[in-house]
């Protein structure tokens, strides 16, 4: 069992930069796939990024690609995603989950990840 605890939100104008980070306890997840989602005020859920086993297995959606990087750290149990360019769009509760590895792909659908955190919230002012 994982249990992952987001943090690292907050309120940054538009244009600024935050990283936000996602601590795993429990088992490591070093051949975890790990991924960010997010969801807005009445929007449905939505995939952010994904990292696989190795930095260079990653997936973003398209409305954050040359903006965010996801990145993990095995050592520590953590994962991050660096957001810069932030727009206020990208205003939302931002969710960290994990998948242990059953998996061969880097999944992409909420459905298809066995842990998740409970959030951190990302606002971007105009």
């Known amino acids: 069992q994982v249990q992952l605890v987001e943090s690292g939100g907050g309120l940054v104008q538009a244009g600024g930069s935050l990283r936000i980070s996602c601590a795993a306890s429990g088992r490591t997840f070093s051949n975890y796939h790990l991924g960010w989602f997010r969801q807005a005020p009445g929007q449905k859920r939505e995939f952010v990024a994904a990292?696989?086993?190795?930095?260079?297995?990653?997936i973003y959606v398209d409305s954050v690609k040359g903006r965010f990087t996801i990145s993990r750290d095995n050592a520590k149990n953590t994962m991050y995603l660096q957001m810069n360019s932030l727009k206020p769009e990208d205003t939302a509760m931002y969710y960290c989950a994990a998948e242990r590895g059953a998996v061969t792909r880097t999944p992409t659908t909420w459905a298809e990840y066995d842990y998740w955190g409970q959030g951190t919230q990302v606002t971007v002012s105009s």
């Open positions: 990292i696989g086993w190795t930095d260079s297995a990653t």
